[in-house]
């Protein structure tokens, strides 16, 4: 059975071509990858809001999910970097509130 999931390729070079054709070279490297990571798909996120306003990345936030995978790898890129919880969700744009509810959930999971 075949998991369905979005060509992120497809709608984020959709996107740049109509919306953001000044920054196609900014996002050219991740976009050229065989195959593209969540962390590939939040870095396409931050280069593209950029300069975006703010009300509009409030309302962005709100239509965000994670999945399992993305959870572990947003978790490991804290480890790596010896970010605490602030920051983390700071540099994910996450709530504190979010960060620790993930870390109880994978937590129980184990």
């Given at each position: 059975m075949m998991k369905n999931t979005?060509?992120?390729k497809k709608i984020y070079?959709?996107?740049?071509?109509?919306?953001y054709p000044d920054k196609?070279?900014?996002c050219k490297p991740i976009l050229?990858?065989?195959?593209?990571?969540?962390?590939?798909?939040?870095?396409?996120d931050e280069i593209l809001s950029e300069?975006?306003?703010?009300?509009?990345?409030?309302?962005?936030?709100k239509l965000k999910a994670y999945d399992l995978k993305a959870i572990r790898d947003i978790l490991q890129f804290q480890k790596e970097y010896g970010y605490n919880n602030r920051?983390?969700?700071t540099?994910?744009?996450l709530s504190r509130n979010t960060v620790t509810r993930w870390k109880k959930m994978l937590e129980n999971k184990s």
């Open positions: 979005p060509d992120y070079r959709d996107m740049i071509a109509l919306k196609a070279s900014l050229n990858k065989s195959q593209i990571q969540i962390m590939d798909i939040i870095r396409l300069n975006t306003d703010t009300e509009q990345i409030r309302n962005n936030q920051q983390l969700a540099h994910f744009r």
